[in-house]
């Protein structure tokens, strides 16, 4: 039989100082998570916005008797597949990302072709930060009272604008102002 009694003799962490600090973790955890998803929703909807615009300017049709196609079908194509990027059909990245709803604009004008991707997040609310009074904590500081709303209110809103030209001619892609 093996003697444990070295065990015995050392001594142990205290149980105190891993009570206090693991929900200091924990929370920490949550926050940088939370951030985490609020990049990944970004960079999501940058591709997600560039892809419709690509995909507008390359199959959009520019004669008046293509416009009614193109808002049938090409554009209901195009938002079913940034919506399915976007993880508004996954139930875990919807929740992870705080997903709500989103919409996709698509405005031709004579040289640009505007597309606008807003999305619109739930609050996370995180418990702790929303038991308290918004006036109290932020006393009357904008910024602060801009933070509360989002964690613990209303959500955000969060939009991003391509601009493409037509594809019926050769032209180099300027960005307009």
Same mark, same amino acid.
């Given at each position: ?73 090409? +554009? ?11 993880? &508004?059909? #996954? !139930?875990?990245?919807?929740? /992870? =990302? ?8 698509? +405005? ?11 999305? &619109?997040? #739930? !609050?996370?609310?995180?418990? /702790? =930060? ?48």
């Amino acid at each position: 039989m093996m003697n444990l009694s070295f065990l015995r003799q050392r001594k142990g962490q205290a149980t105190t100082e891993v009570v206090l600090l693991f929900p200091l973790f924990v929370i920490f955890a949550v926050f940088v998570i939370k951030i985490f998803g609020l990049l990944v929703l970004n960079q999501k909807m940058e591709i997600a916005a560039f892809y419709a615009a690509r995909r507008y300017q390359l199959q959009a049709g520019v004669p008046d008797s293509m416009q009614t196609w193109n808002r049938q079908y090409l +554009e209901k194509d195009i938002k079913r597949k940034v919506e399915g990027y976007l993880g &508004f059909n #996954n !139930p875990g990245m919807k929740s /992870f =990302l705080s997903l709500r709803r989103f919409t996709l604009d698509v +405005e031709p004008s004579g040289t640009w072709t505007l597309v606008t991707l807003r999305v &619109f997040t #739930n !609050p996370p609310r995180i418990r /702790f =930060l929303c038991n308290y009074d918004k006036y109290e904590v932020c006393q009357e500081d904008d910024r602060c009272m801009k933070g509360y709303d989002y964690l613990c209110e209303s959500g955000g809103e969060i939009e991003v604008k391509k601009f493409v030209g037509k594809n019926d001619r050769v032209m180099p892609y300027i960005q307009p102002d």
